[in-house]
């Protein structure tokens, strides 16, 4: 079969496009540089990328499609201008996170759900959620184990907290010393079909003595359900659950992804 003009042109194009030995150059540069930025971690933020998060919105299909090859479903929320992956539920061998996430602890989950509260009531209030490390102690404080009185181990537990958040860019550093801005990256990472279930998923935690409840790689329904936390606590109507990205750590020290 000979090649036709246009095939012609898409080979010449495509090798333009290389980089080094053996790479096809299906991909321009800015959309492979995007793909990267997504597989890192932990999300793209259109107001601090507009880049990459036009990027994204032009190419979505595209980039969807290939990264459904590794088990990958790509999340764009065009208002929060958010866009990240979550790991596809596969019943199979070897198509699970690349490299699994620490899951969050007690503490870390308890104040990850407060902040979707606070940040869900600031929705279209144009300003932006925060957080002072004093009120995320008061949170803590508020949600102590029965009998835990030690308040330097609440102080350690404050500020691990907070830098797990920091870490999964959850929380983001302000101007001022010890306030945190709420990322609306937040809101895809804990889903919750409406603000009125969260209080029970906190109540049935803070009763709760498990030390690692909320998996950031994939966090099925039944792992926040206040049944399975607490059985005496009923549960709301629906579940929410919580996703992020799933690969390996290419990030610098003080960031993870989800």
């Not at 999300?43 to 880049?51: C, E």
């Not at 600031?122 to 995320?136: E, K, L, V």
């Not at 949600?143 to 797990?164: C, F, N, Y």
């Not at 950031?216 to 359900?225: C, F, I, S, T, V």
Request: hydrophobic share 40%.
């Amino acid at each position: 079969m000979t090649e036709t003009e246009a095939d012609i042109a898409a080979s010449g194009y495509r090798a333009e496009r290389q980089l080094f030995d053996g790479d096809t150059g299906t991909f321009p540069l800015q959309l492979r540089q995007t793909i990267v930025r997504l597989l890192r971690g932990p999300y793209i933020d259109g107001v601090a990328d507009p880049r990459l998060w036009t990027t994204v919105l032009d190419n979505r299909q595209v980039i969807a499609d290939y990264l459904c090859e590794i088990f990958l479903v790509l999340t764009v929320d065009p208002d929060r201008k958010i866009a990240m992956l979550t790991p596809a539920d596969v019943d199979a061998p070897h198509t699970t996170a690349i490299q699994p996430r620490k899951p969050l602890r007690r503490e870390e989950t308890l104040l990850a759900l407060r902040l979707r509260l606070l940040l869900d009531r600031h929705a279209g209030s144009g300003t932006d959620a925060t957080i002072s490390r004093a009120a995320a102690r008061e949170i803590l404080e508020e949600h102590r184990q029965p009998g835990a009185v030690d308040d330097k181990r609440l102080e350690e537990l404050t500020d691990a907290s907070l830098s797990r958040l920091l870490a999964l860019k959850l929380l983001l550093p302000t101007e001022l010393a010890a306030v945190y801005r709420v990322s609306n990256a937040l809101a895809i990472a804990l889903p919750f079909d409406s603000i009125d279930q969260i209080p029970a998923y906190i109540e049935a935690l803070a009763r709760s003595d498990a030390q690692e409840l909320l998996d950031p790689d994939l966090l099925d329904a039944e792992a926040l359900d206040p049944e399975v936390l607490d059985p005496e606590l009923p549960a709301p109507a629906a579940e929410g659950h919580a996703s992020g990205s799933t690969v390996p750590n290419n990030t610098s020290a003080n960031e993870e992804e989800l």
